[in-house]
């Protein structure tokens, strides 16, 4: 099984892993009142993020910048899709917000670039 944005296998050229964000509630201190007082609120329930952490693996420098373009291009279409990760579980209605390149480009027999992409469900 491979992992999928919208059907596209953005990330299946090296290993990556999926981790979901934070889960819960937002509770901040009152306030509202002009005492200080140890009362709390709770302002809402978190949006589901989801991210995918890995490197992007290609036998050449133009076959890495093929599969960045790739990634890039599915960030900027800013499309509505499912993300299904290597064990077939679906996160519905997600939207590719960012991706971190790492800093370093490693070269050997193949080339690698580390990267962490964030996937948002946004609650309208």
């Known amino acids: 099984m491979s992992s999928s944005f919208n059907g596209d296998d953005l990330f299946g050229s090296g290993p990556h892993r999926f981790r979901v964000g934070r889960q819960g509630y937002l509770v901040l201190p009152d ?12 302002y809402g329930i978190f949006e589901l993020q989801v991210f995918v952490v890995g490197r992007l693996v290609a036998a050449s420098e133009s076959g ?25 579980r ?9 991706v971190e390149w790492g800093e370093q480009v490693d070269r050997g027999r193949t080339v690698s670039v580390p990267y962490e992409a964030r996937f948002h469900r946004f609650d309208l």
Do not use: Y
């Open 64 to 88: 890495l910048w093929t599969l960045r373009d790739a990634v890039q291009a599915s960030l900027d279409a800013f499309l509505i899709g499912d993300l299904v990760d290597l064990h077939g």
């Open 31 to 42: 306030d509202s009142a002009s005492v200080p007082t140890t009362r709390n609120v709770v």
């Open 90 to 98: 679906t996160w519905a209605e997600m939207v590719f917000t960012r």
